[in-house]
């Protein structure tokens, strides 16, 4: 077994957040992403997308565990964080609330995203890191999306008032505070293979 990580940066990293009250929006050079509701009149509601390569890794890699880490900068109310597959190939320096890319839209404004295997995590307060076990949707990554971890963060219940959590993106200038990825990486079974004639004598009894 061996832990791998990774904690890109503003060059490397894809992170970006998307704001009802401005559907058109782009924030994908912001330092901070948030998920939740704000008080208006009217509320207003954010989500956010980050997605991780896991590309380089063996397309066989057995996982043990995967743990996406997110520093909490603000924090208001109480609730759990949804986090989902996202279903479309957003664009970091073109999505919004109405689009994952220019010109083409959600289906569902506000993003799509992957309802059966979703991930419930309670908020942490200002200061902290949040630690979500994410397990299930890095395997699936792995196994069925060429390695492309793309995730949607969402607040459970969208409901009014102040209920948010607010995270630094991989453009933060302070390294540690940027989104990091960690996994127990397992090493698979070695493969049996008879030899030619091994299997020979086993066809004919011997």
């Known amino acids: 077994m061996s832990l791998w990580s990774t904690q890109p940066d503003a060059a490397a990293g894809e992170d970006s957040m998307m704001v009802y009250s401005l559907p058109t929006l782009n924030f994908g050079t912001l330092t901070i992403m948030s998920a939740g509701t704000t008080v208006g009149p009217p509320t207003d509601f954010s989500r956010s997308l980050i997605r991780f390569d896991l590309s380089a890794l063996p397309s066989n890699q057995v996982i043990g565990w995967a743990k996406l880490i997110l520093y909490v900068n603000a924090q208001a109310g109480s609730g759990s964080l949804y986090v989902a597959r996202c279903t479309k190939a957003w664009v970091e320096a073109e999505v919004s609330w109405n689009n994952y890319k220019t010109g083409s839209a959600w289906d569902t404004p506000g993003g799509d995203w992957d309802g059966s295997d979703v991930v419930t995590s309670a908020f942490v307060g200002a200061g902290s890191d949040h630690t979500i076990d994410i397990t299930s949707l890095a395997v699936d990554a792995m196994r069925n999306r060429s390695g492309v ?39 698979p079974a070695p493969r049996v293979v008879k030899s030619q004639s091994w299997r020979a004598r086993e066809l004919v009894g011997g």
């Open 149 to 187: 971890l793309n995730l949607l963060l969402k607040k459970q219940f969208e409901i009014s008032g102040d209920n948010y959590i607010q995270y630094r993106t991989s453009d933060h200038a302070t390294p540690a505070d940027r989104p990091e990825l960690q996994m127990e990486l397992i090493e």
